[in-house]
């Protein structure tokens, strides 16, 4: 069975400093991972996934996350927070015929 | 343009009442799915759809109920016997076949109980 953990439910930047969110995946098979965004009372719209091409994935707004199979992570980073980045954000891995939702990790960026 | 409509943006319940989510989509995906969210909680699965007239229930499907009469519409109804409705509800949609296509969500429905 496939599932995420997000090792952080909340975590604080300054703007300007790099963002590192956390995520550990479990799957028997080669997973699918994605990585979502969502602002206040809003839905969630896509950042980036993963689908067993290149290990380092480019997603929006200057968001990327590197899949590590032998440390079963798929950690979302970003160079340099903006304060537009504040929002909650999911890890997703796909199975049969769900998708298998983290807890979330609400980032707080600081002025 | 093409995407997921949810309707309305927010609804009240009063208690032992039956309350019908909206849920469209135009972007030809076969699958759609009902998620329930809480604070603290992440995102939960109550029912989903993967071909028309056929459904499956969730994780916490109790108190919920669903239809798939048409491709491009999956309501959700909250009954009486959902004793704790009160949450945040995202509907979303895929494509059905290989395992890396990605969902799309609708902008949500907040219920609240008077």
């Known amino acids: 069975a496939q599932s995420v953990t997000q090792l952080d439910s909340h975590v604080s930047v300054s703007e300007g400093t790099p963002v590192l969110l956390r995520c550990n995946y479990s799957?028997?098979?080669?997973?699918?991972l994605f990585w979502y965004v969502q602002h206040p009372n809003k839905g969630l719209q896509l950042l980036l996934k993963?689908?067993?091409?290149?290990?380092l994935v480019k997603g929006i707004n200057g968001f990327e996350a590197e899949f590590k199979k032998s440390e079963t992570s798929f950690h979302l980073t970003k160079p340099s927070a903006h304060m537009s980045d504040a929002a909650e954000y999911f890890c997703?891995?796909?199975?049969?015929?769900?998708?298998?939702f983290g807890t979330g990790t609400r980032l707080k960026v600081l002025a | 343009d093409g995407g997921i409509t949810q309707s309305p943006k927010y609804l009240f319940r009063k208690e032992g009442q039956n309350v019908t989510l909206s849920c469209e989509q135009n972007?030809?995906?076969?699958?759609m799915y009902w998620y329930r969210q809480d604070p603290g909680q992440g995102l939960r699965l109550i029912y989903y759809?993967?071909?028309?007239?056929?459904?499956q229930k969730g994780d916490i499907a109790e108190g919920y109920s669903v239809s798939r009469e048409k491709k491009e519409s999956f309501p959700l109804t909250v009954t009486s016997a959902q004793k704790n409705p009160t949450a945040f509800y995202l509907c979303?949609?895929?494509?059905?076949?290989?395992?890396?296509?990605?969902?799309?969500f609708g902008p949500g429905t907040r219920l609240l109980v008077l």
């Open positions: 979303a949609s895929s494509p059905l076949d290989s395992r890396t296509e990605t969902q799309y």
């Open positions: 997703v891995v796909r199975g049969t015929y769900k998708y298998i």
């Open positions: 799957s028997s098979y080669s997973p699918s």
């Open positions: 993963y689908t067993s091409a290149a290990t």
């Open positions: 972007l030809n995906h076969d699958a």
């Open positions: 759809s993967q071909i028309v007239n056929d459904f």
